[in-house]
């Protein structure tokens, strides 16, 4: 038995979330007293795919193929499941992004395995048991789930576990599987912004606000703030339905789930449907003007006051320092 990671590139490099998932990888090999083998598809250089030995890839496989240059659903999860049936991987793990999200049961159904998506804890091994832990009911409450087919698919949600380096030399492998054309046919258009902002699903920390900043106009003091932390910005959902921001930063339900180190919400009431994506944060600091706004009753720290009075004597007190 080993453990296989897949590790997704966007434009030929590794995210934090994919070192995340390969450190998690890691830790369940060094668990289950396994070898850990990672497989990446796509144009990546050598030292790029050498960074994944930092956090205990031993191997490499390398799927350079031109014809899976780009991100493919259903091709990619064929890849997937050919290389851990290659390396005997019982256990697949994959990040829970975008993509992961749409990999991870195809990979299983292809290795008739059990799948967890969204787990948030490493695998406990009790008594012969494979129990993986993971948030349930919009994240109101937690689901451990046994898995008990030979075969396991495991997403791990973005910033629950951490990067963790645990250096080994990384022997990286050539893997030219057969793709069949019909895995060919549906192909994502992937549209990227050129931005030096940092990326939502992967930042530490997040400023996001919502309709309590009255319009459009008031989002200055909340990319100055976000810029002067070096954090992401995101926003609640009528926002974003109301183009006072883009759609991209979304958060809840109905949006992009997060759990960053800190999320700041600004303006934000605290609906259920919103905190659904963003409960998971390590720590939540709340700025309302409403003592009474149910952001407050989940929140580490709170501010009871106006965003406008608040934000720009927060934004003076970081650049003091
Ligand atoms: P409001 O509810 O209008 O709250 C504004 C807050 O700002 C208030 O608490 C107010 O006290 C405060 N405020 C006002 N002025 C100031 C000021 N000057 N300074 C400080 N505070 C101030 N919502 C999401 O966010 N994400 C989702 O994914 C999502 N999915 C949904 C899915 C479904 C099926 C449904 C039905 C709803 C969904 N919603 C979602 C909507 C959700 O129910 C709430 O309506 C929404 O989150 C409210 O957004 P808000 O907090 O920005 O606005």
Known sequence: MSVLVYVEQVEGKFKKSVFEAVSYAKAIADKTGTSLTAVSIGNVADNELQELGKYGAAKVLNVASAELKNFVNQAYAAVIAEAAQKEGAEIVVLSNSFSGKGLAPRVAVKLKAGLVDGAIELPQLDGGKFLVKKGAFSGKAFAVTELVSANKVIALNPNAFGVKESAVTASIEAFSPAVQPTDLTAIVKEIVRATDKVSLPD??????????????????????????????????????????????EHVGQTGIAISPNLYIAIGISGAIQHLAGVSSSKVIVVINKDPEAPFFKVADYGIVGDAFEVVPKLIEALKAH
């Open 203 to 248: 930042a530490e920390l997040v400023v996001s606000a919502g309709r309590g900043l009255k319009g459009p106009e008031n989002w200055g003091m909340i990319e100055e703030l976000a810029g002067l932390l070096g954090a992401a910005t995101a926003c609640s959902k009528p926002v974003s339905d109301a183009d006072w921001r883009p759609h991209s």
